[in-house]
């Protein structure tokens, strides 16, 4: 079963800062986040593995709540670099495929 | 080349034509992935390879035929498509199935329009 990601879209100004969740009614693994812009692949940002961490990438972080089944992606300071969908998908276990949600539309305007 | 590279990346086929979707991996990886990203729709795992054996196929129809001659490219063979398979293919690869932080890396996809 995919996860459920909220919001569905988002629109920033420069410097504005987001979060986007990520949950799953099953136990998780890991939580793997992408980000794709419009025409091209996606690009790995982060995995979280079970245990609760908390990762960082430039002003983009995430934290992995076990017990509450889910992860949630955190924008600081936005830059119109950010612009794209982002995409979590999860691994029940380590051998697991993994199930991506339906993305959430970001958007940075200037 | 570097990453993963997927050719063709545009594909335009009728109903009744046979074609190939072709992807490399340069990056030493043991596992690849071949995903349908329709619009509106999340990304769907279509069949996995590790070392070259194919270890799921997610009930894909059988006018999609996955090929992985060695862990640096793997195919998707076409034939007899139906209208609703028109999407993007994306490719992906990794380290191996199984490992725990195992990323993925993703080709920029076929975009596939069927007639």
């Known amino acids: 079963q995919q996860p459920v990601q909220s919001p569905q879209a988002v629109i920033l100004r420069e410097g504005e800062d987001a979060v986007i969740n990520c949950s799953s009614s099953k136990a998780l693994y890991s939580v793997h986040w992408y980000r794709q812009k419009h025409g091209e692949a996606p690009v790995f940002l982060m995995i979280?593995?079970?245990?609760?961490e908390q990762k960082g990438h430039e002003k983009i972080s995430a934290s992995f709540n076990e017990k509450k089944q889910q992860s949630s992606l955190y924008l600081t300071a936005s830059q119109l670099s950010y612009s794209g969908t982002y995409f979590c998908?999860?691994?029940?276990?380590?051998?697991?495929?993994?199930?991506f949600g339906e993305g959430t539309q970001l958007t940075v305007n200037p | 080349e570097t990453g993963v590279t997927q050719t063709p990346r545009h594909l335009v086929m009728g109903m009744t034509n046979k074609k190939s979707l072709k992807c490399e991996q340069h990056?030493?990886?043991?596992?690849m992935y071949w995903y349908k990203q329709s619009a509106k729709k999340p990304l769907e795992l279509m069949f996995v390879y590790n070392f070259k054996e194919q270890t799921e196929n997610n009930s894909v129809p059988s006018r999609f035929s996955p090929e992985c001659p060695n862990s640096s490219h793997l195919f998707l063979h076409l034939h007899t498509l139906q209208p609703e398979d028109s999407a993007l293919y994306l490719c992906?690869?990794?380290?191996?199935?199984?490992?725990?932080?195992?990323?993925?890396?993703f080709g920029p996809g076929t975009r596939l329009t069927v007639l």
């Open positions: 992906a690869s990794s380290q191996a199935v199984g490992l725990a932080g195992n990323e993925q890396f």
């Open positions: 979280l593995l079970k245990g609760g």
């Open positions: 998908g999860k691994a029940e276990g380590s051998g697991s495929r993994l199930t």
């Open positions: 990056l030493g990886h043991n596992a």
